[in-house]
Protein backbone atom coordinates (compact mmCIF):
# COMPACT_ATOMS: atom_id res chain seq x y z
CA UNK A 1 0.00 0.00 0.00
CA UNK A 2 1.33 3.27 -1.11
CA UNK A 3 -0.09 6.59 0.87
CA UNK A 4 0.44 9.89 -0.65
CA UNK A 5 -0.67 12.81 1.38
CA UNK A 6 -0.14 16.47 0.36
CA UNK A 7 3.19 15.85 -1.09
CA UNK A 8 4.85 18.87 -3.60
CA UNK A 9 7.99 18.90 -5.47
CA UNK A 10 9.90 22.67 -6.28
CA UNK A 11 12.68 22.74 -8.18
CA UNK A 12 13.42 26.50 -7.66
CA UNK A 13 11.24 28.38 -8.03
CA UNK A 14 9.19 26.02 -10.05
CA UNK A 15 6.47 23.94 -8.92
CA UNK A 16 6.49 20.28 -10.32
CA UNK A 17 3.86 18.87 -8.42
CA UNK A 18 1.36 20.31 -5.77
CA UNK A 19 -0.12 18.76 -3.09
CA UNK A 20 -0.69 15.51 -4.25
CA UNK A 21 -3.07 13.03 -2.41
CA UNK A 22 -3.17 9.70 -3.54
CA UNK A 23 -3.31 6.35 -2.00
CA UNK A 24 -2.79 2.82 -3.85
CA UNK A 25 -4.32 -0.30 -2.61
CA UNK A 26 -2.27 -3.41 -1.95
CA UNK A 27 -2.76 -5.79 -5.42
CA UNK A 28 -4.57 -2.34 -7.29
CA UNK A 29 -2.74 -0.97 -10.56
CA UNK A 30 -2.96 2.55 -10.74
CA UNK A 31 -2.27 4.59 -13.66
CA UNK A 32 -1.15 8.62 -13.77
CA UNK A 33 -2.16 9.99 -16.86
CA UNK A 34 -1.88 13.70 -18.12
CA UNK A 35 0.28 15.42 -20.79
CA UNK A 36 4.22 15.70 -20.79
CA UNK A 37 5.21 18.36 -17.92
CA UNK A 38 2.50 17.74 -15.73
CA UNK A 39 4.33 16.46 -12.71
CA UNK A 40 3.50 12.23 -13.44
CA UNK A 41 6.85 10.82 -13.53
CA UNK A 42 8.05 13.11 -10.87
CA UNK A 43 5.37 11.73 -8.61
CA UNK A 44 6.31 8.31 -9.54
CA UNK A 45 10.20 9.26 -8.63
CA UNK A 46 9.65 10.43 -5.41
CA UNK A 47 8.00 6.95 -4.73
CA UNK A 48 11.54 4.99 -4.86
CA UNK A 49 13.14 8.28 -3.62
CA UNK A 50 15.09 8.90 -6.72
CA UNK A 51 13.88 12.73 -6.33
CA UNK A 52 13.15 13.69 -2.72
CA UNK A 53 9.90 15.78 -2.23
CA UNK A 54 9.75 19.11 -0.98
CA UNK A 55 6.71 18.45 1.19
CA UNK A 56 3.71 16.49 2.45
CA UNK A 57 4.39 12.72 3.40
CA UNK A 58 4.55 9.69 1.89
CA UNK A 59 3.48 6.26 3.35
CA UNK A 60 4.72 2.88 2.31
CA UNK A 61 3.08 -0.33 3.42
CA UNK A 62 2.56 1.44 6.58
CA UNK A 63 5.79 3.15 7.23
CA UNK A 64 7.40 6.68 6.72
CA UNK A 65 8.87 6.25 3.24
CA UNK A 66 12.36 7.84 5.60
CA UNK A 67 12.63 4.92 7.58
CA UNK A 68 13.51 2.84 4.65
CA UNK A 69 17.39 3.18 3.29
CA UNK A 70 16.99 4.14 -0.54
CA UNK A 71 19.46 1.83 -1.20
CA UNK A 72 17.12 -1.10 0.74
CA UNK A 73 13.90 0.65 -0.36
CA UNK A 74 14.87 0.95 -4.06
CA UNK A 75 15.84 -3.09 -4.08
CA UNK A 76 12.27 -3.90 -3.17
CA UNK A 77 10.63 -1.72 -5.66
CA UNK A 78 10.71 -2.58 -9.43
CA UNK A 79 10.87 -0.15 -12.05
CA UNK A 80 10.94 0.20 -15.53
CA UNK A 81 11.05 2.89 -17.92
CA UNK A 82 10.55 3.80 -21.57
CA UNK A 83 14.44 3.46 -22.72
CA UNK A 84 14.81 0.53 -20.56
CA UNK A 85 17.99 1.43 -19.23
CA UNK A 86 19.53 -2.10 -20.29
CA UNK A 87 23.02 -2.13 -18.93
CA UNK A 88 24.72 -2.69 -22.54
CA UNK A 89 27.72 -4.05 -21.50
CA UNK A 90 25.26 -7.24 -19.98
CA UNK A 91 23.92 -10.09 -21.11
CA UNK A 92 20.29 -10.74 -20.90
CA UNK A 93 20.34 -12.98 -18.59
CA UNK A 94 22.58 -10.93 -16.30
CA UNK A 95 20.72 -7.83 -16.61
CA UNK A 96 17.59 -9.47 -15.88
CA UNK A 97 19.87 -11.37 -12.43
CA UNK A 98 20.37 -7.61 -11.70
CA UNK A 99 18.59 -7.28 -8.16
CA UNK A 100 18.49 -10.85 -6.94
CA UNK A 101 22.35 -9.96 -7.04
CA UNK A 102 22.77 -7.37 -5.09
CA UNK A 103 20.36 -9.06 -2.37
CA UNK A 104 23.34 -11.60 -2.14
CA UNK A 105 21.34 -14.41 -3.53
CA UNK A 106 23.07 -17.62 -4.15
CA UNK A 107 24.19 -18.16 -7.79
CA UNK A 108 21.76 -21.06 -8.05
CA UNK A 109 19.01 -19.26 -7.63
CA UNK A 110 19.62 -16.76 -9.62
CA UNK A 111 20.07 -18.68 -11.95
CA UNK A 112 16.54 -20.51 -11.36
CA UNK A 113 14.65 -16.90 -10.80
CA UNK A 114 15.94 -15.90 -14.03
CA UNK A 115 15.21 -18.93 -15.98
CA UNK A 116 11.54 -18.70 -14.31
CA UNK A 117 11.39 -14.69 -14.97
CA UNK A 118 11.99 -15.63 -19.27
CA UNK A 119 10.08 -18.35 -19.26
CA UNK A 120 7.13 -16.15 -17.65
CA UNK A 121 8.04 -12.66 -20.39
CA UNK A 122 8.30 -15.21 -23.50
CA UNK A 123 11.72 -14.90 -23.64
CA UNK A 124 13.12 -18.55 -24.74
CA UNK A 125 16.27 -19.26 -22.53
CA UNK A 126 18.15 -20.88 -25.65
CA UNK A 127 17.50 -17.84 -27.57
CA UNK A 128 18.11 -14.77 -25.32
CA UNK A 129 19.69 -15.56 -22.12
CA UNK A 130 22.83 -15.14 -23.80
CA UNK A 131 21.66 -11.89 -26.12
CA UNK A 132 23.04 -8.38 -25.30
CA UNK A 133 20.08 -5.60 -24.90
CA UNK A 134 21.48 -4.12 -28.38
CA UNK A 135 20.57 -7.25 -30.43
CA UNK A 136 16.90 -7.37 -28.96
CA UNK A 137 14.01 -5.79 -30.30
CA UNK A 138 12.14 -3.27 -28.96
CA UNK A 139 9.39 -5.17 -27.43
CA UNK A 140 11.76 -7.75 -26.56
CA UNK A 141 14.57 -5.13 -24.71
CA UNK A 142 11.12 -3.79 -22.71
CA UNK A 143 9.96 -7.43 -21.87
CA UNK A 144 13.83 -7.58 -20.13
CA UNK A 145 13.34 -4.37 -18.45
CA UNK A 146 9.88 -5.76 -16.74
CA UNK A 147 11.39 -9.19 -15.99
CA UNK A 148 14.83 -7.13 -14.16
CA UNK A 149 12.33 -5.03 -12.55
CA UNK A 150 10.35 -8.14 -11.33
CA UNK A 151 13.50 -10.47 -10.23
CA UNK A 152 13.75 -9.69 -6.90
CA UNK A 153 9.64 -10.24 -6.87
CA UNK A 154 9.21 -6.84 -5.15
CA UNK A 155 5.22 -6.15 -4.19
CA UNK A 156 5.55 -2.62 -5.62
CA UNK A 157 6.21 -2.06 -9.45
CA UNK A 158 6.89 1.56 -10.54
CA UNK A 159 6.62 1.93 -14.32
CA UNK A 160 7.47 4.93 -16.51
CA UNK A 161 5.60 5.20 -20.08
CA UNK A 162 6.99 1.44 -20.45
CA UNK A 163 5.26 0.66 -23.63
CA UNK A 164 6.12 4.25 -25.10
CA UNK A 165 8.47 4.37 -27.64
CA UNK A 166 7.21 0.49 -29.20
CA UNK A 167 5.13 0.62 -32.44
CA UNK A 168 1.27 0.13 -31.70
CA UNK A 169 0.52 -3.34 -32.67
CA UNK A 170 3.79 -4.36 -30.15
CA UNK A 171 2.38 -1.95 -27.62
CA UNK A 172 -0.92 -3.77 -27.44
CA UNK A 173 0.25 -6.87 -27.04
CA UNK A 174 2.86 -5.82 -23.91
CA UNK A 175 -0.02 -4.16 -22.81
CA UNK A 176 -2.57 -7.36 -22.86
CA UNK A 177 0.75 -9.39 -21.45
CA UNK A 178 1.11 -6.73 -18.83
CA UNK A 179 -3.03 -7.48 -18.00
CA UNK A 180 -2.23 -10.90 -17.71
CA UNK A 181 1.09 -11.22 -15.35
CA UNK A 182 -0.83 -8.88 -13.20
CA UNK A 183 -4.05 -10.67 -12.96
CA UNK A 184 -1.73 -13.38 -11.58
CA UNK A 185 0.73 -11.27 -9.55
CA UNK A 186 -1.30 -8.55 -8.20
CA UNK A 187 1.42 -6.49 -8.05
CA UNK A 188 0.86 -2.52 -6.56
CA UNK A 189 1.74 -1.07 -9.56
CA UNK A 190 1.70 2.77 -10.24
CA UNK A 191 1.83 3.50 -14.01
CA UNK A 192 2.63 6.33 -15.90
CA UNK A 193 1.52 7.24 -19.13
CA UNK A 194 0.63 9.71 -21.68
CA UNK A 195 -2.43 7.24 -23.88
CA UNK A 196 -5.46 7.30 -21.89
CA UNK A 197 -6.32 4.05 -23.75
CA UNK A 198 -3.56 2.24 -21.99
CA UNK A 199 -4.31 3.98 -19.07
CA UNK A 200 -8.11 2.61 -19.10
CA UNK A 201 -7.22 -1.26 -20.20
CA UNK A 202 -5.11 -1.62 -17.29
CA UNK A 203 -6.09 0.77 -14.56
CA UNK A 204 -7.98 -0.63 -11.66
CA UNK A 205 -7.58 3.70 -10.40
CA UNK A 206 -7.28 6.18 -12.72
CA UNK A 207 -5.08 9.37 -12.23
CA UNK A 208 -5.55 12.31 -14.23
CA UNK A 209 -2.78 15.12 -13.36
CA UNK A 210 -2.73 18.84 -14.90
CA UNK A 211 0.09 21.05 -13.99
CA UNK A 212 1.01 19.22 -11.45
CA UNK A 213 -2.22 18.75 -9.49
CA UNK A 214 -4.56 16.31 -9.69
CA UNK A 215 -7.57 16.99 -11.56
CA UNK A 216 -9.36 14.20 -11.11
CA UNK A 217 -9.10 10.54 -9.96
CA UNK A 218 -11.70 7.02 -9.69
CA UNK A 219 -12.01 4.07 -11.15
CA UNK A 220 -12.23 4.15 -15.28
CA UNK A 221 -15.64 3.86 -15.24
CA UNK A 222 -16.57 6.39 -12.94
CA UNK A 223 -14.52 9.27 -14.62
CA UNK A 224 -15.21 7.66 -17.95
CA UNK A 225 -18.98 8.34 -16.52
CA UNK A 226 -18.78 11.57 -14.84
CA UNK A 227 -16.44 13.34 -16.35
CA UNK A 228 -15.33 16.62 -14.09
CA UNK A 229 -14.31 19.14 -16.90
CA UNK A 230 -13.96 19.58 -20.22
CA UNK A 231 -9.85 18.83 -19.92
CA UNK A 232 -10.53 15.24 -18.03
CA UNK A 233 -13.38 14.57 -20.92
CA UNK A 234 -11.05 15.37 -23.78
CA UNK A 235 -8.23 13.19 -22.35
CA UNK A 236 -11.05 10.48 -22.06
CA UNK A 237 -11.86 11.26 -26.29
CA UNK A 238 -14.73 13.28 -26.36
CA UNK A 239 -17.57 12.04 -28.28
CA UNK A 240 -15.32 8.25 -28.21
CA UNK A 241 -16.27 7.94 -25.01
CA UNK A 242 -19.52 6.10 -25.17
CA UNK A 243 -17.19 3.73 -27.33
CA UNK A 244 -14.61 3.35 -24.28
CA UNK A 245 -16.75 2.95 -21.70
CA UNK A 246 -18.29 0.09 -23.31
CA UNK A 247 -14.82 -1.35 -23.81
CA UNK A 248 -14.35 -1.52 -20.27
CA UNK A 249 -17.99 -3.72 -19.77
CA UNK A 250 -18.39 -7.16 -19.83
CA UNK A 251 -21.14 -8.59 -22.24
CA UNK A 252 -22.57 -10.45 -19.51
CA UNK A 253 -23.39 -7.65 -17.46
CA UNK A 254 -25.88 -6.22 -20.04
CA UNK A 255 -27.38 -9.45 -21.81
CA UNK A 256 -30.95 -10.70 -20.27
CA UNK A 257 -32.22 -14.16 -20.56
CA UNK A 258 -32.67 -16.48 -23.00
CA UNK A 259 -36.50 -16.51 -24.30
CA UNK A 260 -37.62 -19.75 -25.98
CA UNK A 261 -35.91 -19.21 -29.93
CA UNK A 262 -32.47 -18.22 -30.62
CA UNK A 263 -32.62 -14.18 -30.85
CA UNK A 264 -30.29 -14.43 -33.54
CA UNK A 265 -27.99 -16.56 -36.20
CA UNK A 266 -24.74 -14.11 -34.68
CA UNK A 267 -23.37 -15.40 -31.61
CA UNK A 268 -20.64 -12.99 -29.49
CA UNK A 269 -18.89 -14.98 -26.55
CA UNK A 270 -20.26 -13.44 -22.58
CA UNK A 271 -16.65 -12.26 -21.69
CA UNK A 272 -16.33 -9.85 -24.89
CA UNK A 273 -16.72 -6.47 -24.06
CA UNK A 274 -19.85 -4.80 -25.10
CA UNK A 275 -17.57 -2.84 -27.43
CA UNK A 276 -16.71 -5.77 -29.34
CA UNK A 277 -20.30 -6.59 -29.74
CA UNK A 278 -21.66 -2.85 -30.71
CA UNK A 279 -19.15 -3.78 -33.46
CA UNK A 280 -20.42 -6.86 -34.12
CA UNK A 281 -24.11 -5.51 -34.12
CA UNK A 282 -22.96 -2.44 -36.79
CA UNK A 283 -21.02 -5.23 -39.01
CA UNK A 284 -23.53 -7.73 -39.37
CA UNK A 285 -26.78 -5.56 -39.23
CA UNK A 286 -28.36 -6.54 -36.21
CA UNK A 287 -29.69 -5.53 -33.27
CA UNK A 288 -29.47 -8.20 -30.94
CA UNK A 289 -26.77 -10.93 -30.44
CA UNK A 290 -26.76 -14.21 -28.90
CA UNK A 291 -24.83 -14.49 -26.02
CA UNK A 292 -22.46 -17.96 -25.41
CA UNK A 293 -20.15 -19.44 -23.01
CA UNK A 294 -17.12 -20.88 -23.62
CA UNK A 295 -18.35 -23.98 -24.71
CA UNK A 296 -20.62 -22.18 -27.42
CA UNK A 297 -23.58 -22.81 -25.57
CA UNK A 298 -26.33 -20.06 -26.09
CA UNK A 299 -27.06 -18.64 -22.37
CA UNK A 300 -28.54 -15.31 -22.83
CA UNK A 301 -29.26 -12.38 -25.36
CA UNK A 302 -28.14 -8.78 -26.15
CA UNK A 303 -30.17 -6.19 -27.61
CA UNK A 304 -29.32 -2.93 -28.61
CA UNK A 305 -32.60 -1.34 -27.70
CA UNK A 306 -31.88 -2.41 -24.16
CA UNK A 307 -28.54 -1.05 -23.67
CA UNK A 308 -29.69 2.22 -24.77
CA UNK A 309 -32.58 1.91 -22.86
CA UNK A 310 -30.52 0.90 -19.64
CA UNK A 311 -27.76 3.36 -20.40
CA UNK A 312 -31.10 6.29 -20.58
CA UNK A 313 -32.40 4.74 -17.05
CA UNK A 314 -29.00 5.39 -15.63
CA UNK A 315 -28.49 8.59 -16.65
CA UNK A 316 -32.16 9.34 -15.23
CA UNK A 317 -30.93 8.12 -11.89
CA UNK A 318 -28.08 10.14 -12.19
CA UNK A 319 -30.23 13.80 -12.59
CA UNK A 320 -32.45 12.66 -9.38
CA UNK A 321 -29.41 12.18 -7.62
CA UNK B 1 29.97 -11.38 -37.20
CA UNK B 2 31.67 -12.60 -33.90
CA UNK B 3 33.68 -14.66 -35.83
CA UNK B 4 35.36 -12.05 -38.27
CA UNK B 5 35.82 -10.18 -35.23
CA UNK B 6 38.02 -12.62 -33.28
CA UNK B 7 39.94 -13.15 -36.75
CA UNK B 8 40.67 -9.20 -36.31
CA UNK B 9 41.30 -9.30 -32.60
CA UNK B 10 44.09 -12.11 -33.65
CA UNK B 11 45.47 -10.17 -36.07
CA UNK B 12 46.02 -7.52 -34.22
CA UNK B 13 48.00 -9.85 -31.55
CA UNK B 14 49.80 -10.81 -34.16
CA UNK B 15 51.40 -7.55 -35.30
CA UNK B 16 52.07 -6.78 -31.84
CA UNK B 17 53.91 -10.29 -31.68
CA UNK B 18 55.82 -9.13 -35.13
CA UNK B 19 56.71 -5.60 -34.07
CA UNK B 20 57.93 -7.27 -30.29
CA UNK B 21 59.72 -9.53 -31.80
CA UNK B 22 61.84 -7.20 -34.29
CA UNK B 23 62.30 -4.87 -31.10
CA UNK B 24 64.03 -7.83 -29.78
CA UNK B 25 66.23 -8.55 -32.51
CA UNK B 26 67.05 -5.11 -32.66
CA UNK B 27 68.38 -4.65 -29.23
CA UNK B 28 69.93 -8.27 -29.70
CA UNK B 29 71.63 -7.37 -32.61
CA UNK B 30 72.90 -4.06 -33.47
CA UNK B 31 76.33 -4.66 -31.33
CA UNK B 32 76.94 -7.25 -34.22
CA UNK B 33 75.75 -4.89 -36.73
CA UNK B 34 79.07 -3.03 -37.22
CA UNK B 35 79.28 -2.92 -40.83
CA UNK B 36 76.03 -1.74 -41.37
CA UNK B 37 76.57 1.51 -39.30
CA UNK B 38 80.16 1.70 -40.44
CA UNK B 39 78.79 2.35 -43.65
CA UNK B 40 76.60 5.35 -42.04
CA UNK B 41 79.49 6.65 -40.48
CA UNK B 42 82.49 5.69 -42.56
CA UNK B 43 84.88 8.40 -40.25
CA UNK B 44 83.89 7.40 -36.68
CA UNK B 45 86.15 5.85 -34.23
CA UNK B 46 83.45 3.43 -32.94
CA UNK B 47 80.06 3.44 -34.46
CA UNK B 48 78.26 1.22 -32.09
CA UNK B 49 77.23 2.68 -28.97
CA UNK B 50 79.18 1.20 -26.09
CA UNK B 51 78.63 2.94 -22.87
CA UNK B 52 75.50 0.37 -21.87
CA UNK B 53 73.89 -2.48 -23.47
CA UNK B 54 71.20 -2.05 -25.42
CA UNK B 55 68.48 -4.05 -23.41
CA UNK B 56 69.57 -2.54 -20.14
CA UNK B 57 68.91 1.33 -21.72
CA UNK B 58 65.40 -0.61 -22.58
CA UNK B 59 65.08 -1.87 -19.14
CA UNK B 60 65.50 1.48 -17.92
CA UNK B 61 63.32 3.43 -20.43
CA UNK B 62 60.31 1.18 -19.88
CA UNK B 63 60.90 1.45 -16.38
CA UNK B 64 60.59 5.16 -16.45
CA UNK B 65 58.02 5.66 -18.73
CA UNK B 66 55.88 2.77 -16.43
CA UNK B 67 56.41 4.71 -13.52
CA UNK B 68 55.01 8.06 -15.11
CA UNK B 69 52.11 5.92 -16.38
CA UNK B 70 51.23 4.34 -13.54
CA UNK B 71 50.94 7.22 -11.39
CA UNK B 72 49.72 9.16 -14.59
CA UNK B 73 46.75 6.98 -14.97
CA UNK B 74 46.16 6.46 -11.12
CA UNK B 75 46.12 10.45 -10.56
CA UNK B 76 44.45 11.33 -13.96
CA UNK B 77 41.29 8.20 -14.07
CA UNK B 78 41.23 9.06 -10.32
CA UNK B 79 40.71 12.68 -11.06
CA UNK B 80 38.51 11.92 -13.71
CA UNK B 81 36.00 9.97 -11.53
CA UNK B 82 36.17 12.30 -8.72
CA UNK B 83 34.88 15.56 -10.59
CA UNK B 84 32.44 13.51 -12.46
CA UNK B 85 30.42 12.30 -8.78
CA UNK B 86 27.85 14.69 -6.74
CA UNK B 87 30.67 16.05 -4.16
CA UNK B 88 33.59 16.64 -6.43
CA UNK B 89 31.76 18.62 -9.30
CA UNK B 90 32.28 22.00 -8.85
CA UNK B 91 36.02 20.73 -9.19
CA UNK B 92 35.12 19.54 -12.57
CA UNK B 93 36.77 22.97 -14.30
CA UNK B 94 40.18 23.47 -11.99
CA UNK B 95 41.01 19.49 -12.99
CA UNK B 96 40.23 20.32 -16.71
CA UNK B 97 41.73 23.39 -16.99
CA UNK B 98 45.36 22.16 -15.00
CA UNK B 99 45.70 18.79 -16.90
CA UNK B 100 45.55 21.13 -19.97
CA UNK B 101 47.95 23.61 -18.55
CA UNK B 102 49.89 20.21 -17.81
CA UNK B 103 50.48 19.22 -21.62
CA UNK B 104 50.94 23.23 -22.92
CA UNK B 105 54.26 23.08 -20.48
CA UNK B 106 57.51 21.87 -22.94
CA UNK B 107 58.35 18.86 -20.87
CA UNK B 108 61.72 20.35 -21.50
CA UNK B 109 60.90 23.65 -18.92
CA UNK B 110 59.38 21.41 -17.05
CA UNK B 111 63.22 19.22 -16.68
CA UNK B 112 64.85 22.61 -17.02
CA UNK B 113 62.39 23.67 -13.80
CA UNK B 114 62.64 20.16 -11.82
CA UNK B 115 66.19 19.79 -12.16
CA UNK B 116 66.99 22.47 -9.32
CA UNK B 117 64.68 21.12 -6.75
CA UNK B 118 64.62 17.04 -7.80
CA UNK B 119 68.26 17.03 -8.79
CA UNK B 120 69.60 15.37 -11.51
CA UNK B 121 68.40 11.86 -12.14
CA UNK B 122 65.14 9.92 -13.21
CA UNK B 123 62.88 11.95 -10.85
CA UNK B 124 62.29 14.99 -12.62
CA UNK B 125 62.25 12.89 -16.13
CA UNK B 126 59.39 11.08 -14.40
CA UNK B 127 57.52 14.49 -12.78
CA UNK B 128 58.00 15.79 -16.92
CA UNK B 129 56.35 12.67 -18.19
CA UNK B 130 53.70 12.85 -15.92
CA UNK B 131 52.77 16.61 -16.37
CA UNK B 132 52.58 15.86 -20.44
CA UNK B 133 50.94 12.55 -20.45
CA UNK B 134 48.11 13.72 -17.62
CA UNK B 135 45.89 15.56 -20.24
CA UNK B 136 44.63 12.61 -22.84
CA UNK B 137 43.88 10.71 -19.67
CA UNK B 138 42.07 13.65 -17.82
CA UNK B 139 40.40 13.96 -20.92
CA UNK B 140 39.18 10.54 -22.04
CA UNK B 141 37.61 9.83 -18.17
CA UNK B 142 35.87 12.93 -18.27
CA UNK B 143 34.43 12.35 -22.12
CA UNK B 144 34.12 8.56 -21.56
CA UNK B 145 32.28 8.72 -18.22
CA UNK B 146 30.08 11.87 -19.38
CA UNK B 147 29.23 9.63 -22.70
CA UNK B 148 27.45 6.87 -20.16
CA UNK B 149 23.68 7.14 -20.79
CA UNK B 150 21.87 8.85 -18.03
CA UNK B 151 18.79 6.55 -18.38
CA UNK B 152 21.64 3.76 -17.31
CA UNK B 153 22.75 5.48 -14.90
CA UNK B 154 19.01 6.27 -13.22
CA UNK B 155 18.33 2.55 -14.42
CA UNK B 156 20.98 1.46 -12.21
CA UNK B 157 20.07 3.60 -9.15
CA UNK B 158 16.39 2.40 -9.18
CA UNK B 159 17.58 -1.00 -8.90
CA UNK B 160 18.96 -0.26 -5.92
CA UNK B 161 22.66 -0.38 -6.86
CA UNK B 162 24.62 2.28 -4.78
CA UNK B 163 27.47 4.72 -6.34
CA UNK B 164 29.99 2.71 -5.96
CA UNK B 165 28.24 -0.51 -7.87
CA UNK B 166 27.78 2.28 -9.98
CA UNK B 167 30.77 3.16 -10.67
CA UNK B 168 32.60 0.03 -11.26
CA UNK B 169 29.48 -2.37 -12.53
CA UNK B 170 28.71 0.34 -15.30
CA UNK B 171 30.33 3.28 -15.39
CA UNK B 172 34.16 2.22 -15.57
CA UNK B 173 33.33 -0.29 -18.30
CA UNK B 174 31.23 1.61 -20.16
CA UNK B 175 33.44 4.40 -20.22
CA UNK B 176 36.43 1.80 -20.88
CA UNK B 177 37.40 1.98 -24.28
CA UNK B 178 37.55 5.43 -24.19
CA UNK B 179 39.64 5.80 -21.50
CA UNK B 180 42.12 2.92 -22.57
CA UNK B 181 42.56 5.28 -25.60
CA UNK B 182 43.38 8.20 -23.13
CA UNK B 183 46.26 5.94 -21.65
CA UNK B 184 47.43 4.33 -25.16
CA UNK B 185 47.95 8.03 -26.67
CA UNK B 186 49.57 9.11 -23.31
CA UNK B 187 51.94 6.28 -22.96
CA UNK B 188 53.02 6.02 -26.42
CA UNK B 189 53.66 9.91 -26.35
CA UNK B 190 55.80 9.20 -23.25
CA UNK B 191 57.71 6.68 -24.74
CA UNK B 192 59.45 9.17 -26.93
CA UNK B 193 59.43 12.18 -24.74
CA UNK B 194 61.46 9.92 -22.01
CA UNK B 195 64.27 10.53 -24.36
CA UNK B 196 64.71 13.70 -23.03
CA UNK B 197 65.77 12.03 -19.81
CA UNK B 198 69.23 11.14 -21.01
CA UNK B 199 69.86 15.76 -20.57
CA UNK B 200 68.79 15.18 -16.54
CA UNK B 201 71.25 12.24 -16.41
CA UNK B 202 68.55 9.81 -16.22
CA UNK B 203 70.25 6.64 -18.56
CA UNK B 204 67.90 5.08 -20.98
CA UNK B 205 67.19 4.80 -24.92
CA UNK B 206 67.92 8.78 -24.79
CA UNK B 207 71.30 8.04 -24.00
CA UNK B 208 72.62 7.64 -27.57
CA UNK B 209 70.61 10.00 -29.51
CA UNK B 210 72.37 12.76 -27.36
CA UNK B 211 75.57 11.50 -26.96
CA UNK B 212 75.14 10.93 -31.00
CA UNK B 213 74.10 14.53 -30.94
CA UNK B 214 77.31 15.89 -29.28
CA UNK B 215 79.66 13.85 -30.83
CA UNK B 216 78.34 14.05 -34.12
CA UNK B 217 77.55 10.57 -34.65
CA UNK B 218 74.72 9.62 -36.66
CA UNK B 219 75.22 6.08 -36.25
CA UNK B 220 74.31 6.53 -32.27
CA UNK B 221 71.69 8.66 -33.17
CA UNK B 222 69.97 6.30 -35.29
CA UNK B 223 70.05 3.47 -32.97
CA UNK B 224 68.69 5.07 -29.69
CA UNK B 225 65.75 6.44 -32.46
CA UNK B 226 65.36 2.98 -33.79
CA UNK B 227 64.83 0.96 -30.67
CA UNK B 228 62.41 3.85 -28.96
CA UNK B 229 60.42 3.37 -32.46
CA UNK B 230 60.03 -0.08 -32.51
CA UNK B 231 59.21 0.08 -28.37
CA UNK B 232 56.64 2.88 -29.72
CA UNK B 233 55.15 0.80 -32.21
CA UNK B 234 55.40 -2.39 -29.89
CA UNK B 235 53.06 -1.07 -27.30
CA UNK B 236 50.77 0.94 -29.18
CA UNK B 237 50.17 -2.42 -31.13
CA UNK B 238 49.77 -3.75 -27.54
CA UNK B 239 47.60 -1.23 -26.75
CA UNK B 240 45.33 -1.84 -29.87
CA UNK B 241 44.84 -5.30 -29.56
CA UNK B 242 43.54 -4.87 -25.54
CA UNK B 243 41.10 -2.27 -27.21
CA UNK B 244 40.22 -4.85 -29.66
CA UNK B 245 39.34 -7.25 -26.95
CA UNK B 246 37.40 -4.79 -24.87
CA UNK B 247 35.12 -3.88 -27.43
CA UNK B 248 34.49 -7.36 -28.44
CA UNK B 249 33.85 -8.01 -24.47
CA UNK B 250 31.34 -5.06 -24.61
CA UNK B 251 29.56 -6.11 -27.88
CA UNK B 252 29.46 -2.74 -28.36
CA UNK B 253 26.09 -1.05 -27.92
CA UNK B 254 27.47 1.23 -31.03
CA UNK B 255 28.00 -1.69 -33.72
CA UNK B 256 24.26 -2.46 -33.90
CA UNK B 257 21.99 0.53 -32.55
Known sequence: MIELSQVSKRFGDETAVDDINLKVAKGKFCALVGTSGCGKSTTLRMINRLIERSSGDIILDGQALEAYDPVKLRRRIGYVIQSTGLFPHWTVARNIGLVPRLLKWSADDIQARVDELMALLGLPIEEFAHKYPHQLSGGQAQRVGVARALAADPDILLMDEPFGALDPITRIKLQDELASLQSRLHKTVVFVTHDMDEALKLADHLVVMRDGRIVQQGTPLALLQHPKDLFVESLLGGLERGLKQAALTRVKDHMSSLGPTLPSQYRISADFSLRQALSMMLRDHTDRLAVVDQHDVPIGELSLRKIVKEAQLEKGSMREA | ?257
Not at chain 2, 68 to 87: M, S
Not at chain 2, 145 to 162: C, N, P, Q, Y
Not at chain 2, 223 to 228: C, N, P, R, V
Open chain 2, 1 to 257: MKHSDQHADRRLWIRSLLWGLLLVVCVMGIAHAEGLFRWLEPDARQVIYQRAQFYELLGRHLLVVGVAALVTILLGVGAGIAVTRKKGRDFLPLVAQLSSLGQTFPPVAVLALAVPVLGFGTLPIIMALMLYGLLPIVRNTLAGLHAVDEDIKMASRAMGMTPLQTLYQVELPLAAPVILAGIRTSVTINIATAALGATVGASNLGDPIIAGIINGNMAYVVQGALIIALLALTIDSLFEGLQGRLRQRLSSSQRLS
